[in-house]
């Protein structure tokens, strides 16, 4: 039993804190960092640190989190906390401290999952009603060695300005929105993007990219897209490409989050626990997996198992790259939408409109530039 569930058996039902967003900003040990507290409506939270980690919170470690984020002393956050709830002073304050301690770890720790981390309680991503990630298609344009099955070139009319993303990834903060993903297409592809990965963490937000990587080769850009608040990373491996290999290799000495997707087909089914092996001897921790056909998912789920007894950790919370048959809506029925769409995570096209999914073309909720979120999400 982790701390938090210990602190959840000893409380009983209160009044919730008032729902709204905290922000911390401090250092420790000259190592600055900041925090932002998103309380919801039922008394859970989410902790963003350093928009690059979301932290989801049960009501009651929400509750610590927001003594600890408005600087309290622990012997005065003990008192708040014994007096709202059904616990001797001396129990909050090791509550409180313990909780504190994990929060230290946190901010002392490199290339944390974007997600969660350590012992706080994890929901699972369509679990939530909250929506707490954007993807954000920015371009569906593609590179000239790509085939086009794989963004839908002719969908969008027209790709918004920089200044339209940025009004977009305002409102999504405005809407409690913690988590954006650039894709695409290529997402590399456009010249503002480091514009729109800098505005996003200026606002807050845990800020991810999802792309081939070959332009994150060139060490000036990579470190551009480093010091403009990139945070994590899925790289599309094309197996079969040395310069994919060389991305990879760029990558994994930076701070920076990162996970390896490889979707299985026809081709690169007879080689893909070579793939594998070959990823875990570059010491890639990360791995995501899709397939291409139905036919496949009994090998995509061998591969699974292979890639965990290679010490990878197969990661499932992510968005795929695009394609025509849509990963994702593979493992479920042909016309359902993947878990989680539509609610904890949304998808936003070139033009605005938003998707519950990528593929999902026929199920527009809205445009995020012209549409109130209200009326998005509802």
Known sequence: MNIVEKIANRFSKVQPLPAGTHHMQAAEDEKPYRLHLRLNKDGSGLL???????????????????????????????????????????TALADFTNFADQIHSLISTPDLDPVSFLNFERIQPHSTESTLRLDCAVTYRLAESTH????????????LSTAEWQTILDKAWQAGIPHIIFTGGEATLREDL???????????????????????????????????????????????DPRSWKAVEAILPQDLFLTVHLTLNKQNAPHAREIIERLASLAVENISLSASEADLLDELVELMGFANSMRLTV?????????????????????????????????????????????????????FLKDDWDRISR
């Open 48 to 90: 963003i640190l350093n928009a690059a980690t979301v932290i989801q919170l049960n009501p009651t470690a929400a509750e610590y989190a927001f003594h600890f984020i408005k600087g309290a002393a622990p012997e005065e956050a003990a008192s708040q906390i014994s007096k709202r709830y059904r616990v001797d002073k001396k």
């Open 315 to 367: 990661r499932g919370d992510l968005p795929v790259p695009y394609s025509a048959s849509n990963p994702l809506a593979i493992e479920t029925a042909d016309d359902e939408i993947p878990a989680g769409a539509g609610k904890a995570w949304m998808y936003v096209e070139p033009d605005g409109d938003v998707l519950p999914a990528q593929g999902e073309a026929d199920k527009v909720l809205g445009n």
């Open 194 to 240: 480091p514009q729109l990965i800098a505005h996003a963490e200026k606002n807050g937000q845990v800020c991810g990219l999802l792309t081939d990587g070959l332009k994150l080769v060139d060490k000036e850009y990579l470190e551009l897209l480093l010091q403009t608040g990139l945070d994590h990373v899925m790289l599309i491996l094309q197996p079969d």
């Open 148 to 159: 086009a099955e794989y963004a839908p070139v002719k969908r969008v009319d027209r790709e």
